[in-house]
């Protein structure tokens, strides 16, 4: 039998309280999306073959896949007979439901379609109701004349998860064609990602830097990195021996100096004290931070400096004790904090 797009009676039939039923539980959610008609068995005798299909089984609990199968007809009475219903439980397995065996009326009708009575039960267990099936006195075989498909067919309602999981996301799932729940929400592997206590995004995979330091991409995950750069203070010309000098730069972040380096661009051994203040902009110089030294040599180097300098801040190197230089560069190395 042909899917029939709603429950459809022609002229003369009997609209039944299982029309009526299979219609209001439609408002309700109940009814078949595709498949589940209803046809005689291969080789005729006393049951029914329901093709697999889905239906909606309810607005809160969603589609459920009937897998099919045959449904055994219970044995006709001697003399009376009756209409049982087929239908498909809010879980998808298959029933039926035995009517009352109960005299024909009116009595000049043979087709039971248009038969007062035998009539449905009134007591059709819930779920999706799909086919009439008249069960004539004395049967002994069900054919399609005798099977009515009354389902109400609708469209498909997203199903929502059933169950509420704190910390974890509903997903749609292409195979199942509903939502699932969930995705696990949090800051550790495989979650998706969540504000911390803070209300910060957290980075994942990373562990907590220090101050200052910046992520920079790795050759396969990121990382931290500390930030450096390097202030150089030139003086000299590379022609006349130095007399002496001062340059101040403003430093625009928050940062310390950790290492210096000073060396005679000409490669001329002389000796140069360079003398380094830390002082905020339109201030006084104030007292030395500290000083380099080249002593009869062309370089000098110091590392495992720490002198805080404030965001905005001036480095001042001022030059003297000069033998023989020409052209002097001190080079300041600073990381950010």
Excluded at 101 to 116: G, L
């Amino acid at each position: 039998m042909a899917n029939v797009g709603s429950v459809q009676t022609a002229k003369g039939q009997q609209f039944t309280s299982a029309h009526v039923l299979s219609q209001s539980r439609a408002g309700l959610g109940f009814y078949v999306l595709s498949g589940c008609d209803c046809n005689q068995a291969g080789t005729p005798g006393m049951s029914v073959v329901v093709d697999a299909g889905y239906v909606q089984a309810g607005f809160g609990l969603g589609r459920k896949t009937v897998s099919g199968g045959t449904v055994t007809v219970a044995t006709a009475d001697a003399t009376l007979p009756r209409l049982d219903v087929i239908y498909i439980d809010a879980t998808g397995a298959l029933g039926i439901y035995a009517g009352t065996p109960t005299a024909i009326s009116p009595s000049s009708k043979t087709d039971f379609k248009e038969m007062a009575t035998p009539a449905p039960g009134t007591s059709i267990p819930s779920g999706v109701i799909i086919a009439l099936v008249y069960v004539a006195a004395g049967a002994t075989t069900i054919l399609n004349a005798s099977i009515n498909d009354i389902a109400t067919y609708g469209p498909y309602v997203v199903e929502s998860p059933t169950t509420t999981t704190s910390g974890k996301v509903p997903y749609w799932s292409a195979t199942a064609k509903t939502l699932s729940d969930g995705y696990s929400v949090g800051t550790t592997a495989n979650c998706l990602l969540q504000l911390d206590g803070s209300a910060k995004v957290a980075v994942a995979n990373i562990a907590n830097g220090t101050q200052g330091q910046t992520i920079i991409q790795g050759a396969s995950n990121p990382g931290w990195s500390t930030r450096t750069f390097d202030v150089a203070f030139p003086f000299g010309n590379g022609t006349s021996v130095i007399t002496g000098g001062t340059q101040e730069y403003r430093i625009p972040i928050a940062a310390k100096v950790v290492a210096a380096r000073v060396w005679e661009v000409g490669l001329t051994s002389s000796s140069v004290t360079c003398t380094l203040y830390n002082h905020a902009i339109g201030a006084a110089k104030g007292s030395a931070a500290d000083t380099f030294t080249i002593s009869s040599a062309t370089y000098y180097e110091e590392t495992g400096l720490n002198i805080t300098v404030a965001l905005g801040n001036i480095l001042r190197i001022e030059l003297s004790s000069i033998t023989a230089a020409t052209q002097i560069v001190c080079s300041l190395t600073l990381e950010a904090t």
